[in-house]
Every structure is written in C-alpha cells, then in structure tokens.
C-alpha cells in the first residue's frame, strides 16, 4: 500500500470548514483514498473513501488531485465533537481477503476550538 | 441495530490466564477482523476472517486464536495472557478490507 503523509496536527474554528489535507504520491491506479478518524477512546469510524473522483456524504467530502497524488478530507460545518484523530490511508479495494489489513498511521488529530 | 459488539469492554488478567474477547455483528458482512491498539504503535491486524469457517493470520497473530463458525461472531482467544498483551482491541467489520467498522473496544491489562 502507498504511504501516506499528514500533518500531526491542525486547529480549526467550530463553524468554519476543516480542510486536512494528505499527501500520497505513489499511489498506484487501483488504491483507493479512505479517510478514518478516532475520537479519544473509541474505535475508529470509517468517513469516506474515493478513487478518483469527488466524493461525498452526509460526514465529508473528499476532494482528490487530478493526478491522486494528494487529496484533502472537507468537513463543512465543524462541531467540537469533530475533534479526533483522522487517518488517511491508501489501500486497494478488496472484496475479501488482505492479511495486511489496514495500516493506520499517525494521522492528523484535529481540534477544533470553541 | 447494534452494528459491532464486543464484549467484555474492560478486563483485567493474570500472567497464564486464558480468556475470550467476543465480537458479534448484525450487518451480515463476510470480512470481520481483530486488531490492536498499542500507545505509539498505530493499529496492527491480528487475525481475519472472510467468512465462516475461513480464518487467517494478520500482522500479529502469535499467541491469538480465532475461530468463525457462523457470520455473525468471531471470537479472539488468548491462550495464555503476557503483560505484552496489554492493549486496546477491536473488532471490525466489513463488505470489503477498506471499508470497516469498528467495535467500541476492549480494554485489557495482562499483570
């Protein structure tokens, strides 16, 4: 899978967008963007994930690179239950299988301030 | 709909003790998987299973067992508990290896 980079941390303004932006410049054709994030104690929560296209759902969007070497996670309307550690990770689609499952990083944990 | 549900949320072992971490779904999802949750390590694989009867080793498979006899639960034995073994685990489940959610845990301390 293809690694990937993100700041180790951001502040944002509860209200205002959230922009974490995630760098992934080799990824290969068939890897997918899939953004996670982990609120303090609990399990990770899946967000979004995309290939090449803009996508998005009623948690983000996420807004990949023409060349999908980099990618940004959008969050419209930041709440201060917004603050989490987000993952971005990169990995190919498997309908079933992968003993390398998914391989979380640092990721980014973003507070979001009052 | 109670998703992924792991039980017990918390324990406490003793160095040799065995014990079962339980993880049940009702999403009807063949791909369900353990990891684990270590300060400054990220999470790693365990074990994995892409369906009844079919289970496979992760990342970090020594000293776990599973087993997957039906869809809906796939329990994660610790044979013989080391302090080593001290960490957060999670179940999670999924239609595909990307797309996976998570249990809310089990916290445990091996002494």
């Known amino acids: 899978d293809a690694k990937t980079t993100q700041p180790p941390s951001m502040d944002c303004a509860e209200g205002r967008a959230a922009n974490l932006p995630c760098n992934h410049s080799?990824?290969?054709?068939?890897?997918?963007v899939y953004w996670y994030r982990q609120i303090h104690s609990q399990g990770p929560q899946y967000i979004i994930h995309g290939l090449k296209n803009n996508e998005t759902n009623e948690m983000a969007s996420l807004i990949i690179t023409e060349d999908r070497k980099s990618s940004t996670l959008i969050l419209p309307h930041a709440t201060l239950r917004d603050t989490a550690v987000y993952y971005c990770?990169?990995?190919?689609?498997?309908?079933?299988?992968?003993?390398?499952?998914?391989?979380f990083g640092k990721g980014t944990h973003l507070i979001i301030q009052p | 709909n109670a998703g992924v549900t792991q039980t017990p949320k918390f324990q406490v072992l003793k160095t040799g003790q065995s014990m079962t971490l339980q993880c049940a779904q009702d999403m009807n999802h063949e791909y369900m998987s353990w990891y684990r949750q270590d300060p400054g390590m990220g999470l790693r694989l365990i074990h994995y299973?892409?369906?009844?009867?079919?289970?496979d080793q992760g990342e970090v498979p020594n000293g776990y067992n599973v087993s997957r006899s039906t869809t809906e639960d796939f329990p994660l034995r610790l044979l013989s508990a080391a302090p080593s073994q001290t960490s957060v685990y999670f179940c999670a489940v999924g239609p595909t290896t990307g797309e996976l959610f998570f249990g809310e845990g089990s916290r445990l301390t091996v002494l």
């Open positions: 299973s892409v369906g009844a009867g079919i289970t």
């Open positions: 990770i990169v990995r190919a689609a498997h309908s079933g299988g992968g003993a390398d499952g998914l391989t």
């Open positions: 080799t990824i290969s054709g068939n890897e997918y």
